[in-house]
Each structure stands twice: as C-alpha cells, then as structure tokens.
C-alpha cells in the first residue's frame, strides 16, 4: 500500500470505516476496539512499518491471533494515539466547514428563488392577457422544482455529511479512551493517573480539605507464574487482579495499571487508614482466590499481592508522592510479601 498523506477528507476518513471491516472479516480478525484501530491504520496506508508487518503476515498465510493482533496494537497502534485524535478532530472539523459551506449556498439559493417569485407576483398583477399569464405559470413551476431538486440534493449531502460526523465522532471517543487506557487490562495506563493525580491534588479543597492516598500493588513472584505457566497464563493473572480492583473501587477512585505487574489505586480525599483499609481487602480478595487453568483445570497455586499506602504531603512534585507509595510497597516485599505497608 503506498503513503497517504497526514491529513484525510472527511470522505477518506470514511472510506477508512468502510474498508478495514471486510478485511479483517477476511483473515478472521475479531473486531474489537483495539483491532479495528490497528486495521483502520493499515488501510490508510500512512503508518509504513504496520503496513510492511501486516503484508508480510498476510504472504506468509500467518493467522492473526489473539496474541499476534495484541502485538501489532502495542507496537504500532498504540503509541499513534494522540495523534490520531488530533488527526480525527481536524476532520470534523473540515466536515463541519463543508456543511457550513453547503447552509452559504443553500441560502444563496433561496434568496435567488424569493426574488424569482417576488417578479413573478409583480407580473402578475400587470398581466392580463391568458398566454401571458400562463408563461409566467410556466415559469413558477421551473424554478420551483429547480428549488426542490437543489432542496433535496441538499439534503442528501447533509444526511451524508452527518453520517460520517457521527462515525468519526464514535472514532473520536474510541481513540481519547484507547489513549488513557491500559489495552490488556481495561484499566487506566500510567499516564492517565499521573493526570487524575494532579486533579485529586487541585481539587483537595472540595474533598473537605482531606488529601488523597495512593496504593501501590505488586504481585508477589509474578516471574515464576510466567515461567511455569507461560505469558498467556501470566496475563491473565495480571487480568484477574485487576478485575479485584476495579472491584473494590468505586465513585472517584481509580485503578491503574502502572506497569507490568504493577498496580495504583488513587483514593481522592481518603486519609491513610482509609486507604490501608481498601489495600487489604484487595490483597484478601487475591490471595483467597482459588485460579485454574482453563486448559487443563490444574491450579496455579496461590497468588498474592503486596501492597504500599502513602498519603499526599504536599509534595510539589506527584512523582515524589508515588515514589514514597512504591517504597512502602517494597516494604512489604522485604518483610515477606502479601501484606501492606503505610509510608
């Protein structure tokens, strides 16, 4: 596929839509968010090393498996996103020009027809002659459906234009969430909690003055699940807690996946003992579980989790803030693991 430009149409940015699903119906790509962003990459032909993969895996008659639709996301995809933002909000923005453009002539157009009929009206009342008047009938009946066909060409373009708003605008929202979002666990990335943190820190004062806390989780010899199990079965693990936090967080707080096997939960407003309190009904939930494999229904074993609690101090910088977290949490890990430690 050859190099597109950077900026798309709108009639090209829906072109994109239109194409990426039946290919990847073609070579059994499941179509979810993550998919169908790396596919409507491809067929823009404006990312080179996605577009040289994807070719080769397709020469190569390869399958496009769970694992192998992940890696092309991570590797290609995933770190084009805010770009891609940038690049869909430039072609609203142009689709809204173009019916902006469309409403000036529309308007052009009726007043041309207003005049029209304002001349045949004045006529009218000086003609009396039969033929004259049936001229002048004649003439009112082109230009009304003159005006009734460039109506309804007007239309259509709106019903068109419209469409592909709507299409661009659910794009839109895909990728600002694929931006924030961890793809292998739902959760939050990293740096959507270094923003929530600067938000729970500006907003102290309309949490009744009290600071946010921050957990952070790790899990414990995480390195041995993979290499007993294997990386699939590793992440499904790291799914698994994460679906323990999501769990016990709730309103304003949020749970991230910091990286790896490592997890934060930021609890705005919530003072240490608080904050202790969520870490170890997390740490509980995980440990108590009983998980198998689903191959073969053999048990992993138990996993747990070790955790650090810190509170904000009014560090002028959030870093310095999560970094007394992770030491806490190390804490835990030198005295034993699967317990928290407050900072």
């Known amino acids: 596929m050859s190099a597109a430009a950077d900026q798309v149409t709108g009639e090209t940015a829906a072109e994109y839509l239109r194409m990426a699903v039946p290919l990847m119906s073609r070579h059994r790509v499941p179509a979810t968010p993550d998919n169908y962003a790396t596919w409507y990459e491809y067929v823009s032909g404006r990312n080179e090393g996605l577009t040289n993969e994807i070719d080769r895996l397709i020469d190569a ?16 995809v995933a770190e084009r996103d805010l770009s891609n933002i940038e690049q869909i909000r430039g072609n609203l923005n142009q689709l809204l020009s173009e019916i902006g453009a469309t409403l000036h002539e529309a308007g052009d157009g009726a007043r041309s027809f207003e005049g ?20 002048l009938l004649k003439t ?10 460039s109506t309804t060409a007007m239309q259509s373009s709106f019903e068109r234009k419209s469409r592909e708003i709507e299409e661009l605008q ?90 790896g096997e490592e997890f934060t939960v930021l609890l705005p ?31 992993l074993g138990q996993i747990t989790i070790s955790a650090g609690v810190a509170t904000y101090q009014g560090e002028s910088d959030v870093m310095n803030f999560i970094d007394r977290a992770d030491q806490a949490l190390y804490q835990s890990k030198n005295n034993g693991r699967n317990r928290t430690t407050v900072a």
Request: aromatic share 4%; charged share 30%; no cysteine.
């Open 170 to 259: 659910e794009q839109l929202q895909r990728e600002r969430k694929r931006a924030i979002t961890d793809p292998l666990t739902g959760l939050y990335n990293r740096a959507a909690l270094i923003d929530e943190l600067h938000s729970a820190v500006g907003q102290m004062g309309e949490e009744g003055g009290q600071p946010p806390s921050l957990i952070m989780l790790d899990i414990d010899h995480f390195k041995s699940v993979n290499d007993t199990h294997g990386h699939l079965i590793g992440d499904r693990v790291i799914r698994f807690v994460a679906q323990v936090l999501q769990k016990n967080t709730k309103g304003k707080d949020t749970a991230a996946r910091y990286g």
């Open 61 to 76: 008659k390869a399958d496009f498996t769970e694992a192998v639709n992940a890696k092309l996301y991570r590797q290609y």
């Open 116 to 135: 029209t009929l304002g001349g045949i009206a004045d006529n009218f009342a000086k003609k009396n002659d039969l033929d004259d008047i049936r001229q």
């Open 140 to 149: 009112l009946v082109k230009e009304t459906r003159q005006m009734q066909s």
């Open 269 to 299: 407003g919530t003072p240490a003992v608080g904050a202790k309190s969520v870490a170890e009904a997390i740490r509980k939930a995980v440990a108590s579980a009983q998980l198998v494999r689903a191959d073969n229904k053999q048990p």
